[in-house]
C-alpha cells in the first residue's frame, strides 16, 4: 500500500501547523527538564560504558594467569 500526499504545499501546512501549535503549549521549564534530563542520561551512560570496559578487561586479565 503506498501512500501518496496529493499536494506538498498541504503536507507542508500540516506539518508546519502542527509544529508551531505544539511549540506553544511547551514550557521553558519543560525545555530546561530535558535538557537536564537528556545530560544525566548521557553522563549515566558514558560512566555504565567505562564501568564495563574496565570489567571486561579484569577478566581477560584473570583469563590469561
Known amino acids: 500500500m503506498s501512500f501518496q500526499i496529493p499536494h506538498s504545499n498541504l503536507s507542508a501546512g500540516v506539518l508546519g501547523g502542527t509544529f508551531f501549535s505544539a511549540i506553544t503549549h511547551i514550557g521553558s521549564e519543560d525545555i530546561i527538564t530535558t535538557i537536564v534530563l537528556a545530560a544525566l542520561g548521557a553522563i549515566v551512560s558514558f560512566i555504565a560504558s567505562v564501568m564495563m570496559k574496565?570489567?571486561?578487561?579484569?577478566i581477560k586479565k584473570q583469563r590469561k594467569k
Open 54 to 58: 574496565a570489567f571486561v578487561k579484569s
